[in-house]
T-cell receptor, first 114, second 114 residues
């Protein structure tokens, strides 16, 4: 079983739709959860990070963590064509000592149609 | 402030050859991590360097190696290239030594092995 699993997509939605992107993880010790966005031919960029359970909102983006079910989600409201990208969930792997290692989901390719 | 730079951006090599990729982190950042990104496996952690020391290593064969210089620039080397090594190689830099949520990725080096 992979440590982080992500719905693979691809996902195609009309402009203005609400988008839901999801990941599950296996290690209950994980505490921080991140979402990265990767445009074509670019490196990933950090979108949001959350700690423990609950919601965190940043503009049109909401990150949600449910530690009881080991489930993390990213919601995009009023999606725009500029949101078309690959979205990656990532979890810092602190288990085993000092490290900046991130464990990534495989990514979901999102296309927002105008 | 200049971002993370990676050179070269594109590379075509033949099976059996070796290759060296370079990463220059953001000025002042001492941690550099390398990832391999493929369509099937997503982003997989290769290794991480902090202050010229390898702190963590992913599950890759010994053909993959790296180093970090005193100016924090990092190189990775792949010897005896195989077709399966074709991938986007990304490096990420961060300021702190552990658990940094602010990791900045470069645009990557696209390696094609024929």
């Amino acid at each position: 079983q992979k440590e982080v699993e992500q719905d693979p997509g691809p996902l195609s939605v009309p402009e203005g739709a609400i988008v839901s992107l999801n990941c599950t993880y296996s290690n209950s010790a994980f505490q921080y959860f991140m979402w990265y966005r990767q445009y074509s031919r670019k490196g990933p960029e950090l979108l949001m990070y959350t700690y423990s359970s609950g919601n965190k909102e940043d503009g049109r983006f909401t990150a949600q963590v449910d530690k009881s079910s080991k489930y993390i989600s990213l919601f995009i409201r009023d999606s725009q064509p500029s949101d078309s990208a690959t979205y990656l969930c990532a979890i810092p792997d602190f288990y085993g000592g000092a490290t900046n290692k991130l464990i990534f989901g495989t990514g979901t390719l999102l296309a927002v149609q105008p | 402030k200049a971002g993370v730079t990676q050179t070269p951006r594109y590379l075509i090599k033949t099976r059996g050859q070796q290759v060296t990729l370079s990463c220059s982190p953001i000025s002042g950042h001492r941690s550099v991590s390398w990832y391999q990104q493929t369509p099937g496996q997503g982003l997989q952690f290769l290794f991480e360097y902090f202050s010229e020391t390898q702190r963590n290593k992913g599950n890759f064969p010994g053909r993959f190696s790296g180093r970090q210089f005193s100016n924090s620039r990092s190189e990775m080397n792949v010897s005896t290239l195989e077709l399966g090594d074709s991938a986007l190689y990304l490096c990420a830099s961060s300021l702190s030594g552990q658990g940094s949520y602010e990791q900045y990725f470069g645009p990557g080096t696209r390696l094609t092995v024929t």
